[in-house]
């Protein structure tokens, strides 16, 4: 998986995780929305960037392996989780 594949993958986490977070619907409405929906897509993509930079400074993997996709997920879906409930409570 290259970077652009794990930018992909962090924004679509991201956005996913925006979506499905129970938190969201209790923040404001209007351009703050906006603002939200692109915090948790740069969380996303942050995330599985840092998830893969760190694994491959451990030697926990090596590129391309499954469990790079799964930290990179996991990771990724942690962070967007806390950045949403967040930015929800503000």
């Not at 603002?35 to 993509?45: H, K, P, Q, Y």
């Amino acid at each position: 998986m290259g970077w652009v594949g794990l930018i992909f993958l962090g924004a679509v986490i991201g956005l996913a995780g925006w979506w499905l977070h129970p938190l969201r619907r209790a923040g404001r409405v209007g351009p703050a929305l906006a603002g939200r929906v692109w915090m948790a897509l740069g969380a996303g993509a942050l995330a599985t960037v840092l998830a893969r930079m760190f694994g491959n400074l451990v030697g926990a993997y090596h590129d391309g392996d499954t469990l790079e996709w799964l930290a990179c997920s996991l990771f990724a879906l942690v962070l967007v989780t806390v950045t949403v409930g967040l930015a929800a409570r503000r």
